[in-house]
């Protein structure tokens, strides 16, 4: 085990939804960071979060709220999503959020939107 | 910003040969140069990585190699192993200022 841990695996949720994913580290980093994984973009950065505080979003619908109650739970919240955003959503963390820090990252959710 | 191109997207080789993987940055800043291994069904995970004080990395099979003026650099595996398989995803950075852009990533397989 990397120390990230990620909840649900795997998720099917309606468009009309409305769920949470979470993403726990056991790891003392300070910055975690939400991915989207999927066939057209391998490795979509979404949302860096150092010290509890969004220091990155990169052009995210708002269908997405990101919360950091705590620098080791970063959850994704989601509602109202479209079937384009199934995809594997990846959690990660590191020491530090700037580059030239290793990047753990968690197993993943399988979301799938219908 | 930072701009990271990978290629081949694919590549097949025979067990025991040599693979190349490349990449190419746009910002002559960036400074480190990380290589991520995604095994199927599995996480990202850290292989070797570099930082542009140095041209050349080892470690054991695998090796990374940074051409600053030209702005690319990439990932030699030699002796090919089945293990190896894997999709590789390089990836740049101004360490200390920025997250880390990816590429686009390389779809592995090596043929037994």
């Known amino acids: 085990e990397t120390g990230v841990t990620q909840t649900p695996r795997h998720l099917v949720m309606g468009m009309t939804n409305k769920k949470s994913l979470k993403c726990e580290q056991h790891?003392?980093?300070?910055?975690m960071y939400w991915y989207k994984q999927s066939a057209k973009k391998p490795l979509e950065l979404m949302f860096v979060?150092?010290?509890?505080?969004?220091?990155e979003n990169n052009s995210v619908p708002s269908r997405f709220s990101p919360e950091c109650p705590n620098s080791s739970h970063l959850f994704l919240h989601l509602h109202t999503l479209q079937p384009e955003d199934s995809a594997l959503y990846l959690c990660?963390?590191?020491?530090?959020?700037?580059?030239?820090?290793?990047?753990?990252f968690g197993p993943g959710t399988r979301l799938t939107v219908t | 910003g930072e701009n990271v191109e990978q290629h081949p997207s694919t590549l097949s080789v025979q067990e025991g040969d040599s693979a190349v993987i490349k990449c190419t940055y746009s910002?002559?800043?960036?400074?480190?140069f990380p290589w991520y291994k995604q095994e199927l069904g599995k996480r990202p995970q850290l292989i070797i990585d570099?930082?542009?004080?140095?041209g050349e990395k080892k470690d054991q099979r695998i090796a990374v190699t940074l051409n600053k003026t030209a702005k690319h650099f990439s990932l030699h595996i030699t002796e090919t192993q089945p293990e190896d398989s894997a999709v590789y995803f390089c990836?740049?950075?101004?360490?200390?200022?920025?997250?880390?852009?990816f590429g686009k990533g390389t779809r592995l397989s090596v043929i037994a």
């Open positions: 790891l003392g980093h300070n910055a």
């Open positions: 910002d002559s800043a960036s400074n480190y």
């Open positions: 570099i930082r542009s004080n140095v």
């Open positions: 990660a963390s590191s020491q530090a959020f700037t580059g030239g820090n290793e990047q753990y």
């Open positions: 990836a740049a950075t101004v360490s200390g200022n920025t997250p880390l852009v």
């Open positions: 979060y150092s010290l509890e505080e969004r220091v």
